[in-house]
């Protein structure tokens, strides 16, 4: 566990008492940890669900059509 000396103004401090009251939780430090996690699963890279993966490596394995513009392509899937 890390420790940390934070300075924060009033109204920062107002918003973690009432987080800490409303999960019920001993210490404001719980209460800087929950807002650390949802900001993390929010903001930050989610890891990949495994069947996106799946269908990445499915989609990377397929056959690849070279083409110069997109009337080149459509001029070969028309065929």
């Not at 107002?14 to 999960?23: H, Y």
């Not at 210490?27 to 495994?50: D, H, T």
Request: net charge positive; no cysteine.
């Amino acid at each position: 566990m890390v420790q940390s000396i934070i300075d924060i103004d009033e109204n920062e401090d107002r918003i973690l008492n009432i987080v800490k009251a409303k999960f019920g939780f001993k210490n404001k430090s719980q209460a800087v940890a929950m807002i650390a996690r949802i900001y993390g699963e929010s903001f930050l890279e989610p890891e990949l669900r495994p069947e996106y993966l799946e269908r990445l490596m499915k989609i990377s394995q397929g056959k690849h059509i070279p083409f110069k513009d997109i009337n080149d392509l459509r001029r070969q899937t028309r065929g």
